[in-house]
């Protein structure tokens, strides 16, 4: 059954005026989220070119985690979309699936020629021993934190923007061909893993577009990545992170 939003059903708008900017405040509050996760990656890879020591370097994901679950915390109520959580029984299951799906395919899709670069991933050993509270840091961010803070990001706001700067005004199972494209390769190759990472975004942007529910996506993304975390840590994989 397929759930709609009457808060999406608006009547058109005039054209925005040549000078209104690029983005508005609703879409600052999708973005700087995600802004301050990218800035952790570049001081991370800056600090590593300087010689800082990879133990030191562990402890750059816990404050970013931290920095992002604040920012979200500080917008949240901006945030219309995920006011209630209200997903149908077969709806969360539908998500539930895909999550589980995307985990399968993103450790599947690992050819050579599916990667980009060489990850170093994330350690959480320290004198040869699993740091258990680095390990819970790790998934709590992926599971609880990546998800909002990426869905808010990419389905919510890029998928829509495109096709409109007020973004809000387009309905969510309406995005063009082009915006999903868009879309879908960008958040791809966001990842080391990029075809993978094109699979997981396809199956989000189709869970966002069907259901008409952030929700959806976050379910699903939220799977993907508590499984994966349950598998390196089982498997010492963690290139995957």
Do not use: C
């Amino acid at each position: 059954m397929t759930e709609h939003d009457d808060r999406y059903a608006v009547p058109a708008t005039a054209a925005i005026p040549a000078d209104a900017p690029m983005f508005n405040r609703a879409a600052w509050i999708r973005i700087l989220p995600f802004a301050a996760y990218l800035l952790f990656i570049v001081i991370g890879d800056v600090s590593e070119r300087l010689g800082v020591r990879p133990d030191a370097l562990r402890w750059l994901y816990p404050a970013k985690i931290a920095l992002v679950a604040l920012l979200l915390a500080l917008f949240w109520r901006r945030y219309h979309e995920l006011s209630r959580f209200r997903l149908a029984p077969s709806t969360a299951a539908i998500a539930l699936a895909a999550g589980v799906a995307v985990f399968v395919l993103w450790i599947s899709l690992d050819a050579g020629w599916m990667v980009v670069g060489a990850p170093a991933g994330y350690d959480p050993r320290v004198d040869g021993r699993i740091a258990w509270l680095l390990v819970a840091i790790r998934i709590a961010g992926a599971a609880l934190v990546v998800p909002i803070m990426e869905e808010l990001f990419w389905r919510s706001f890029l998928m829509r923007w495109v096709d409109d700067p007020d973004f809000e005004s387009v309905e969510p199972s309406q995005p063009s061909t082009k915006s999903f494209v868009i879309t879908v390769l960008l958040f791809g190759f966001e990842h080391n893993l990029w075809l993978a990472g094109i699979v997981a975004g396809a199956a989000y942007s189709l869970l966002y577009m069907r259901h008409r529910n952030l929700w959806s996506p976050i379910l699903a993304h939220a799977v993907t990545n508590g499984l994966l975390g349950v598998w390196v840590v089982r498997t010492g994989s963690w290139s995957y992170w």
